[in-house]
């Protein structure tokens, strides 16, 4: 696997917004073949796995977590940021 340096955003709760974070780093050059490839990070924490509501809205409810996760790998390197 070829390693490459990234640049990322965290915090992603839904589609939409993995969608205009993936847009926004097309604009400003980033992709999959540049230098530094992008990535979208989705917060998840103790509550959110067993899901349990939280009131921050950055940590997505777990069963959308797939999916977003999902939508992050067509934009380029998709994370989970966990916080115990």
Do not use: W
Not at 17 to 27: A, L, N, T
Not at 46 to 54: A, D, E, I, S
Not at 58 to 74: I, M, Q
């Amino acid at each position: 696997m070829d390693t490459k340096p990234y640049v990322g955003v965290t915090g992603a709760s839904n589609i939409d917004e993995v969608r205009i974070i993936g847009e926004e780093f097309q604009k400003a050059g980033y992709s999959k073949d540049s230098s530094h490839q992008p990535m979208i990070g989705i917060l998840v924490g103790y509550k959110t796995l067993k899901r349990q509501p939280t009131t921050n809205r950055r940590y997505p409810p777990f069963s959308h977590v797939k999916d977003l996760l999902s939508e992050a790998k067509k934009h380029g390197l998709p994370a989970i940021h966990y916080n115990s």
